[in-house]
């Protein structure tokens, strides 16, 4: 059964003029990493929020279609009863960030959750670990640079043992080396089971350590599969996302020079190989 | 506004830092009722006498005695007009009661704000069976005040750079100038309220009926003592106050 399921899914916020999301398919299965990408106000935000259901319970609106989640309708459950299936991590670390120091705010979720205060002792020492976050412990979210405020979120999120991660553009508002270790927290969950969708502009940050791209645009998926696969398709420069260099120089010798070589490369590295590869 | 700073918590590690808010409330309201039964000199200067210990162990004398320095214009104020003014037999007297009995006051509320942690507050008026929901309000305001002060530091420097004269003109102006301030900021504060409710949801805010709490205050010995100590202290106060005359020793002025 897949983790995540939407079928034929439109929705409507309230007030607003357009659709947000239209007759949206998509199934996610477990491990997978996968990376939601398109221009802004293409309904990726909206998308995100499908998941732990704050879209239909929290943001009102008109629906039609199913998400299924772990088995769990998002119309008949709670917000909070799908907390520990899908964990958010949102754009603004700032507004994630509640309560006065690092513990309290890593063990706000679970408290509100009820779970034992022993184990929720267990969890944050775990998590700080994972995410090395111990010189943060006690400190006021105000004294925190934006990158570790992120770091501290995602520590919160994750102490709801969550079985999907979705992270919501959590690099927009970092500067870029906070941005990669943000990233390479979240690849190297995915590498520990856990499911990961990520919302991200960077493709070329990501798109290496990705398992499939989703594109999407006007509220529509427009493209999905494997990254090679949809890097190289023209429809990307069409939209308009950022894609990585190493593929558009791929992308432009094939085409204007007539050069193939061979295989998609999606990183700097990859190209210089294959260059190397192709000359000797 | 420097004298404020002695009721704003600094993070020390000190004995009376670590005993547990509830006591440290009830040593402080303590404090504050034996300075409040007296109204002259002598006594309260035993009172004060007693405070500065405290504050010496709370490590913060000198932070105690800059917000006295802070409040020094105040307290001459409040000795002159006494004086001049009141209709007392012994005003000079009675005016020096009233600063000894301002400072004893501010001091015994200070031992408690200047020492509880803003996280360990609310849990203890959970603890005293608020509501969590009031309780935390209370500590996310205090969380986002840096936040909010920031906010509205950069709108002011957003509209003095299109131009608008913050610090020009009568007081009118000066009052219809801080509009193109406060509707930005309200306007940005509602949408950050909506942000951080999508957040707080999402971490399952209110879910249970049976909160836990990773950290529950609990009162050691040395709580117990102080609550103890307090109140026979109080009890002996009050009995002194209702049936043994004091001496009357005070300046003939």
Redesign the interface.
Known sequence: MPLVELNDFSFKYYGAESLALKKIDLTIEEGEYVVITGPSGCGKTTLCRTINALVPQFHRGYISGNVIIDGKNTREHTVAELSSIAGLVFQEPENQLVTLNVEKEIAFGPENLGVEPSEIRRRVEEIIQLLDIEHLREKHPHEMSGGEQQRVAMAATLALKPKILVADEPTSNLDPQSAEVILDIISSLNKRDMTVILVEHRLDLVSKDASRIVLMDKGRIVADGPPREILAQDICQEIGIGVPKATLVYKRLKEQHGIDLGSIPLTGDELAGLVKEASS | MSFLEVFQYTRQDSIVHRLDPRAKLLLSIVLAVISLLFLEIFPLLIIICVLIPMMTAAKSLKRWLRSMKGLSILLVFILIFNTLLSTYPNPLNYSIALILRLIALMTSFSIFFLTV???ELSQALIQMRVKFEFAFAM??A??YV??LGQEAYAIMDTQKARGVELDKGNILTRIRNIVPIIVPLIIVSIR?AL??????????????????????LSFQKRDWAVCIISLVVLIIVIYIRLNIPLPDWSIPF
């Open positions: 942690p803003p996280d500590s996310m205090m969380r840096p936040t950050r942000s951080i409710a999508e957040s707080m949801e999402s971490r399952g805010f209110g879910a249970s009926k049976n909160r836990t709490y990773m950290e529950k």
